[in-house]
């Protein structure tokens, strides 16, 4: 099973939650949705095999400065923080 943990920025933006992919996603009962309205930075965890980090979330990703990674222990840290995050964000 694969499964698809995601944290929305809500800031601001109410239909996000109510697109057609979010809904769309929302059926498979593998896909968890979360919201948060200050994000720290955006952070895309594929595989646990490498990452993506993105320092200014409120920026077009080509205006932010871009961390790509397949380091195991940034990926370590970066799950970690990404943990952190889940559990403090709003279950939708």
């Given at each position: 099973n694969i499964e698809t943990q995601i944290i929305v920025n809500t800031a601001g933006e109410t239909n996000i939650l109510q697109s057609n992919k979010i809904e769309l996603l929302k059926k498979n009962q593998n896909f968890l949705l979360r919201t948060i309205t200050q994000p720290k930075a955006n952070i895309l965890i594929l595989d646990k095999s490498e990452a993506i980090?993105?320092?200014h979330p409120k920026l077009d990703l080509g205006a932010?400065?871009?961390l790509w990674t397949n380091h195991p222990e940034f990926?370590?840290?970066f799950q970690d923080y990404f943990q952190d995050?889940?559990?403090k964000t709003t279950k939708r």
């Open positions: 980090i993105t320092l932010s400065p871009v990926l370590m840290i995050i889940w559990k």
